[in-house]
């Protein structure tokens, strides 16, 4: 049996100054959670969305919502198990690849 993979994004109401003209952070995290249900039918997964200027969270996340402050770094930021995967516009086919890493199998 395969592990639940944890999908993690980290973004804000306010769109990066870097990544104007892009989806919202909250509507790439709807957009994400629908393109995998999809894709990977069937096969569960957790998907999470953060305030990274909210910070009340577990302290793995409120430290990880600092790194990306104090980093400058383009959200939504996507995180799988733990390891970037997507940073300010995230291409699905890399995101496809992570899940296929942990034994997911496209539909």
């Known amino acids: 049996m395969k592990k639940e ?3 993690s994004i980290y973004g804000a ?4 100054a870097s990544c104007v003209n892009l989806p919202s952070s909250k ?4 957009w994400l959670q629908a393109a995998l249900s999809r894709k990977f039918p ?3 997964f957790r998907i999470s969305y ?4 909210q910070g009340n969270y577990e302290e793995e996340k409120n430290e990880f919502c600092r790194k990306i402050i104090e980093e ?3 959200y939504p930021v996507v995180v799988i198990e733990g390891e970037i995967v997507g940073e ?3 291409k699905l086919k890399k995101i496809y690849a992570e899940f296929e890493k942990y034994g997911y199998t496209s539909m």
């Open 5 to 7: 993979i944890e999908v």
């Open 27 to 30: 509507d790439t995290y709807e």
């Open 72 to 74: 400058d770094l383009f």
């Open 50 to 53: 953060y305030d990274i200027f």
């Open 42 to 44: 069937e096969q569960t």
């Open 13 to 16: 109401d306010q769109i990066c």
């Open 88 to 90: 300010g516009n995230p």
